[in-house]
């Protein structure tokens, strides 16, 4: 499985930024998508999460209501919708396949190359 992640880039405290990832090679339908981010000085941490097949997501508190993960079977692309960005979102954001749903960056198996979101105050 193959992802590139892109649609990063700067913005201010408030503002939005939609992050695509495109997927290919050999994908199963059954596969969680997922979407991280890692700060400087900081661990890469979960934001949020889609089953491929169902649709069903997942979100870390701190993006809830702000943040909403898609996916477009079709293309197949995920996107990650950042609304109310705020400063603390700034970061290197990764989206991540795993055959199994799970928080934990160690139970996903394939990564993109990370996008860079700065969110200026």
């Known amino acids: 499985v193959q992802l590139q992640a892109s649609g990063g880039g700067l913005v201010h405290t408030g503002g939005s930024l939609r992050l695509s990832c495109a997927v290919s090679?050999?994908?199963?339908?059954?596969?969680?998508m997922g979407w991280f981010r890692q700060a400087p000085g900081k661990e890469r941490e979960f934001v949020a999460a889609?089953?491929?097949?169902?649709?069903?997501?997942y979100y870390d508190d701190s993006v809830k209501g702000r943040f909403t993960i898609s996916r477009d079977n079709a293309k197949f692309t995920v996107y990650l919708q950042m609304n109310g960005l705020k400063f603390e979102d700034t970061a290197v954001y990764y989206c991540?396949?795993?055959?199994?749903?799970?928080?934990?960056?160690?139970?996903?198996?394939?990564w993109g190359q990370g996008t860079l979101v700065t969110v200026s105050s």
């Open positions: 991540a396949a795993s055959p199994r749903f799970s928080f934990s960056r160690s139970e996903y198996d394939y």
């Open positions: 889609i089953t491929w097949n169902t649709g069903i997501t």
């Open positions: 090679g050999r994908f199963y339908s059954t596969y969680i």
